[in-house]
């Protein structure tokens, strides 16, 4: 044991500030989170123990409520709509065009710049005024403009619209890289035996892409669960709360209203939330993973 530590004590020596800066600002904020979750501390006044008094607040806390289904709506739907549409991508940027490096790059580039100048760029794109680029190219077809951005439904919609928009061709660089990694001799054998495209697709390529998927999935659920920068630069949760999410809200009950105990109930619920997801989709990823062994 001690010519083992003797021997990995330099490498941990390299990990210790990262390991003090990841305890730091994530571990201890996280335990303190827990801590005040139990009390009406304001970030003032001592905080003063009221058990689970925050937690059963949160049940009659309409905008919370209506913040958690549009949460859950939103982590459904974008990680189901980019999958759909970057693994087709993925396929066809896979080809043996002669500008298929050009095509990656345009693809590519709008996961590039921050999401949330995405969302101020997009918010002039999608205005009802004169100036929205869409609305204008509506009107030239005799189009009456929409309120993209001014209806529950569509507010949205619009905001699904652009994530998915801004994460496809990342995701489908995820997927490309899986598609070079499968044996070219799969696909030959198929086509000596007769399939078509789509068959070889549906038995070969598809179930083939299933690491990719898990780790894709993964990252589109997670971040989707704790998205807050599009829709506060699209809508800033309105109209009303239809498109309020769950971490604006924390925020907006810590930080605006100071009811950091609230707040922080919030959090560790929500925290929980994540953590069920992300290891519901992990196990039956992995058991789609195991199929191909």
Same mark, same amino acid.
């Given at each position: 044991? @001690?010519? !083992?530590?003797?021997r990995e004590f330099p490498y941990l020596l390299f990990i210790l500030p990262a390991f003090l800066g990841y305890t730091t600002f994530t571990i201890v904020p996280l335990l303190n989170s827990f801590k005040y979750a139990f009390t009406n501390w304001d970030g003032f006044n001592r905080a003063e123990f009221v058990g689970f008094k925050n937690f059963l607040d949160l049940f009659g806390d309409a905008p919370m409520m209506r913040a958690l289904m549009n949460t859950l709506v939103y982590a459904v739907s974008v990680p189901l709509l980019v999958t759909l549409f970057a693994i087709p991508l993925a396929v066809l940027l896979n080809g043996k065009m002669k500008t298929r490096n050009l095509q990656r790059a345009v693809f590519f580039f709008p996961s590039v710049p921050s999401v949330l100048i995405l969302g101020y760029l997009? %918010?002039?794109?999608? %205005?009802?005024? &004169? $100036? &929205?680029? /869409?609305?204008? /190219?509506?009107? /030239?077809?005799? /189009?009456?403009k929409v309120l993209w951005l001014g209806k529950p439904m569509l507010a949205m919609f619009s905001i699904i619209m652009v994530s998915v928009w801004s994460q496809i061709g990342w995701h489908a660089c995820i997927y490309l890289a899986n598609l070079q990694s499968i044996p070219s001799s799969y696909i030959e054998a198929a086509r000596i035996d007769g399939a078509s495209g789509w068959d070889i697709f549906r038995h070969i390529t598809f179930p083939m892409l299933a690491p990719s998927m898990t780790i894709s999935v993964m990252l589109l659920l997670t971040g989707s669960l704790k998205v807050f920068d599009l829709p506060f630069s699209l809508t800033n949760g309105g109209p009303g709360y239809s !498109?309020?999410?769950v971490t604006q809200i924390i925020i907006t009950r810590g930080v605006t209203e100071k009811l950091y105990g609230k707040a922080t109930a919030m959090s560790v619920v929500f925290f929980f939330v994540i953590c069920i997801c992300t290891i519901i989709q992990l196990s039956l990823m992995k @058991? $789609?993973?195991e199929k191909l062994i």
């Amino acid at each position: 044991m @001690k010519k !083992t530590l003797k021997r990995e004590f330099p490498y941990l020596l390299f990990i210790l500030p990262a390991f003090l800066g990841y305890t730091t600002f994530t571990i201890v904020p996280l335990l303190n989170s827990f801590k005040y979750a139990f009390t009406n501390w304001d970030g003032f006044n001592r905080a003063e123990f009221v058990g689970f008094k925050n937690f059963l607040d949160l049940f009659g806390d309409a905008p919370m409520m209506r913040a958690l289904m549009n949460t859950l709506v939103y982590a459904v739907s974008v990680p189901l709509l980019v999958t759909l549409f970057a693994i087709p991508l993925a396929v066809l940027l896979n080809g043996k065009m002669k500008t298929r490096n050009l095509q990656r790059a345009v693809f590519f580039f709008p996961s590039v710049p921050s999401v949330l100048i995405l969302g101020y760029l997009w %918010s002039y794109m999608l %205005s009802p005024t &004169g $100036r &929205g680029l /869409i609305n204008t /190219i509506l009107a /030239i077809f005799h /189009i009456d403009k929409v309120l993209w951005l001014g209806k529950p439904m569509l507010a949205m919609f619009s905001i699904i619209m652009v994530s998915v928009w801004s994460q496809i061709g990342w995701h489908a660089c995820i997927y490309l890289a899986n598609l070079q990694s499968i044996p070219s001799s799969y696909i030959e054998a198929a086509r000596i035996d007769g399939a078509s495209g789509w068959d070889i697709f549906r038995h070969i390529t598809f179930p083939m892409l299933a690491p990719s998927m898990t780790i894709s999935v993964m990252l589109l659920l997670t971040g989707s669960l704790k998205v807050f920068d599009l829709p506060f630069s699209l809508t800033n949760g309105g109209p009303g709360y239809s !498109t309020l999410m769950v971490t604006q809200i924390i925020i907006t009950r810590g930080v605006t209203e100071k009811l950091y105990g609230k707040a922080t109930a919030m959090s560790v619920v929500f925290f929980f939330v994540i953590c069920i997801c992300t290891i519901i989709q992990l196990s039956l990823m992995k @058991k $789609r993973e195991e199929k191909l062994i």
